[in-house]
């Protein structure tokens, strides 16, 4: 098999991924699809010499997608969510963002006026994940706190610091739906909006 048609069948795999994932993370359902961790392993989720903006920002929804799937599968899978588990998602996604490729970190989108807007779109919609991904874990956190196997009793800092992050996550969602609606972005049955 030639190296690019083997990129081409990566590609529509990412896609795939991204497709179980995100809908899984959305509907707060994990389907009987069993994918292994090894798969979802973000080095397999890249593809070598990648440059293109748009192939970055496919990779950076695929991962985002992968870190709120694993979210949910956590979970899922245990009682309450631990100290360390939630510390663990909170890495996952603080490194996911610092490193972020430059061209996507919202304040260098108003600097590049070289962007499409449907790519400025779809670069919102990868912000949109990692604030929905950090409020979906302040959800988890308190809905684990409320259950019978509290884990984290003792954890409040822990908590005010997820309180803190999530507040700073529906501000900037907020943000961005301004955005969008000043861009003409959003239509009458938004799914973003939904």
């Known amino acids: 098999m030639e190296r690019s048609e083997w990129t081409e069948l990566r590609k529509t795999w990412r896609v795939l991924i991204f497709l179980e994932t995100w809908l ?3 509907l707060g ?4 699809l069993q994918i292994s961790k ?28 992968v870190i709120k799937f694993d979210m949910l599968r956590l979970g899922l899978s245990f009682k309450g969510l631990s ?18 490729p430059s061209e996507m970190r919202l304040s260098e989108l108003d600097n590049n006026p070289k962007i ?6 779809t670069i919102y919609y990868v912000n949109f994940l990692y604030s929905g991904a950090q409020i979906m874990l302040l959800r988890r ?3 684990s706190l409320h259950e ?7 954890s409040e800092t822990v908590v005010e610091e997820l309180i ?6 529906a501000r900037e969602s907020a943000k961005l739906f301004g955005r969008l609606y000043v861009e003409g972005g959003i239509i009458q049955r938004c799914w973003i909006c939904m």
């Open 164 to 169: 803190s992050q999530a507040k700073a996550a």
């Open 116 to 121: 499409s807007d449907e790519l400025r779109r």
């Open 141 to 143: 956190v308190l809905q």
């Open 24 to 26: 899984s993370s959305t």
């Open 83 to 100: 100290a360390l588990m939630v510390g663990t998602i909170t890495k996952d996604l603080q490194y996911w963002h610092q490193n972020l």
């Open 148 to 154: 019978r196997s509290n884990l984290l009793t003792g």
């Open 29 to 32: 359902y994990v389907s009987g």
């Open 38 to 65: 090894e798969l979802l392993n973000v080095k397999n989720l890249e593809i070598e010499g990648e440059s293109d903006l748009e192939e970055k920002v496919t990779t950076e929804m695929i991962k985002i997608a």
